[in-house]
């Protein structure tokens, strides 16, 4: 059993920044692909940032150029560099650990920009 332990949201001004962090169980932390995700109230859970074992990121095109994945392997930690941040960026954000057979999430931190 793996276990997803985020940290890192709260409530922010619009333009300012937060970095959020995962830190997974186990000892394969290294070979898994990692990703963030978010849900807003009312709304379907996206894919807000992936980053690969071999440290190829991908991101959704609401925050390009704004938001950066990054992961530390001897850390067993992903993280979520949010910059330049809006109203809509507000949501619950996850993280998940990708696995050929199972998924795993985390719990979710509350990330809420004001106007």
């Known amino acids: 059993q793996v276990r997803l332990v985020e940290s890192g949201g709260g409530l922010v001004e619009a333009g300012g920044s937060l970095r959020l962090s995962c830190v997974a169980s186990g000892s394969t932390f290294s070979i898994h692909k990692m990703a963030w995700y978010r849900q807003a109230p009312g709304k379907q859970r996206e894919l807000v940032a992936g980053?690969?074992?071999?440290?190829?990121?991908d991101y959704a095109d609401s925050v390009k150029g704004r938001f950066t994945i990054s992961r530390d392997n001897s850390k067993n930690t992903v993280y979520l560099q949010m910059n330049s941040l809006k109203p809509e960026d507000t949501a619950v954000y996850y993280c998940?650990?990708?696995?050929?057979?199972?998924?795993?999430w985390g719990q979710g931190t509350q990330v809420t920009v004001s106007s």
């Open positions: 998940k650990q990708q696995r050929s057979i199972y998924d795993y």
């Open positions: 980053i690969s074992s071999g440290g190829n990121t």
